[in-house]
């Protein structure tokens, strides 16, 4: 393999541990093409010193990139309940009035806000298909490329997964009005799917799945059809599941059955599968979803600013199952906030601590967390997104050793107090495929723009 560039870090996460004085060889394909711990004086000639700790870039298994633009707005108590369905209604006024070129700016932003993080990937949930009113647009791929163009802009890799949505709930017979934005039949997102592989078919950061709304949004054949036909191109499907106890208990009036315990009869799922929230599954159920190979995103700060529950994750750590993590609705853009709080939320249930570590049989729960991000996102953006080895996307962060966070921390123990002391440990630089993205301020000026013509706000 040729090489591109050279680095040299005093310490790397690799294969679950930190490696010390470690030679990182990009090829010019934008992979690794070598990998090498203890590196001696000799091999470190003519590469770049890198000023930190580096850790593999993380895949953001989960995102509505336009949920961005209300990020903070939906925080005051309206009338009667406030719930995940009355967040809803509010996400979808919005959702009705953001056109292209505002999709466009406000993603852009989200993607390099992403990348400062040390995300390197985002999968993109997406069904704002449709203009304003409803109506195709001339070109089915006109909300998709905006999203392209943005992730290129920013530079973060992109798994689109333009969704189908086709009916308000399990007995509606179609959309509710406002819905009308996210028209889709098997047949347009596969479409779609297909258009934007060919797209990616050179692009190392860019390809595509598809994704199923929610049973709720789709009914039991087109959901057969359309993962079966994504899956036999070789697609992941990535669907929404047991969110919400309502959608629970309205399945089961309609299926006699819980949502996931109805799937895993399809007899559809395989390791192509990403069950996004699951947060209302029986062990049983968890153990039905382990065994068939699918696996679990789970987007801890959304869940936590929706009221939607807690995800059993010693469950399913003990099972062996797999599973990322993914900011969905953008109330935060930090990985490592969404892993602290995974980990809370089981320290709050369970009034125990280092819950993740007990579960998976390892003694830092940091670590856990960090693999399973990994190793689950890359599965999810299907792509050789799996951490810092050869073939792997060059994907990195480096984290900086002046953050408060790590001032004077022992180098073993760095990615415990990056995930668990807060303020977040700062990321100095981040590199995708080899090459370094601009920051977020150079994106800025478009965001605000967007955000001031949809709110009015400060420019
Ligand atoms: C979404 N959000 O697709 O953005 C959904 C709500 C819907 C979450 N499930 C939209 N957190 O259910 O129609
Ligand atoms: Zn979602």
Redesign the pocket.
């Known amino acids: 393999m040729p090489e591109g560039r050279r680095f040299f870090a005093a310490q790397a996460w690799i294969a679950g541990g930190w490696a010390r004085d470690v030679l990182l060889v990009a090829g010019h394909d934008g992979r690794w093409a070598e990998m090498r711990a203890g590196a001696g004086q000799a091999d470190r000639a003519g590469a770049e010193v890198l000023p930190g700790p580096v850790l593999p870039g993380v895949a953001n298994g989960h995102s509505?990139a336009f949920?961005r633009a209300m990020a903070g707005l939906a925080e005051l108590s309206p009338a009667g309940r406030d719930d995940?369905w009355s967040w809803?209604d509010r996400?979808?006024a919005a959702a009705l009035r953001i056109t292209p070129s505002q999709l466009e700016a406000i993603a852009t932003f989200l993607y390099a806000e992403l990348l400062q993080a040390g995300y390197t990937q985002v999968c993109e949930?997406h069904?704002l298909h449709n203009d304003l009113d409803g109506k195709p647009y001339a070109d089915p791929l006109e909300m998709s490329l905006a999203l392209v163009r943005a992730a290129k802009r920013a530079g973060i890799g992109l798994t689109l997964l333009p969704?189908l949505?086709m009916r308000s709930g399990f007995t509606a017979a179609g959309l509710r009005v406002d819905?009308r934005r996210?028209a889709s039949t098997p047949d347009s997102v596969l479409r779609i799917a297909q258009a934007l592989r060919k797209l990616g078919a050179d692009d190392t950061s860019l390809t595509a799945g598809i994704a199923i709304?929610?049973m709720?949004?789709v009914d039991a054949g087109a959901l057969r059809e359309t993962a079966q036909a994504a899956r036999g191109a070789g697609m992941p499907v990535h669907i929404?599941i047991a969110?919400?106890q309502l959608e629970v208990d309205d399945c089961i009036a309609q299926h006699g059955r819980r949502p996931i315990e109805w799937l895993l009869e399809q007899d559809l799922l395989d390791g192509g599968w990403n069950l996004?929230?699951a947060t209302h599954a029986s062990v049983a159920e968890l153990h039905g979803v382990q065994r068939s190979g699918a696996a679990i995103v789970l987007?801890p700060s959304?869940?936590a600013n929706?009221g939607?529950g807690v995800f059993d994750l010693p469950a399913w750590l003990a099972a062996g199952g797999r599973c990322c993590i993914g900011s969905?609705?953008h109330i935060t853009r930090s990985w490592m906030e969404e892993l602290r709080l995974l980990e809370y939320s089981g320290r709050l249930v369970l009034r125990q601590r280092n819950v993740a570590a007990r579960a998976a049989g390892r003694e830092a729960t940091a670590a856990v967390l960090f693999d399973a991000a990994i190793g689950g996102g890359g599965a999810a953006a299907d792509l050789p997104l799996a951490g810092l080895a050869a073939g792997q996307r060059a994907d990195f962060c480096v984290l900086d050793p002046a953050s408060p966070a790590l001032l004077g921390i022992p180098a073993d123990r760095v990615l415990d107090a990056a995930v668990f002391s807060s303020p977040d440990a700062r990321v100095a630089r981040v590199f995708v495929g080899g090459a370094e993205p601009r920051p977020p301020a150079a994106h800025a000026a478009g965001f605000a723009a967007a955000m001031h013509a949809l709110w009015g706000g400060v420019a």
Do not use: I
Request: glycine share 0%; aromatic share 22%.
């Open positions: 509505h949920q995940f809803r996400m979808y949930f069904y969704t949505y819905q996210f709304h929610s709720r949004a929404h969110e919400q996004v929230h987007c959304t869940e929706l939607d969905d609705s």
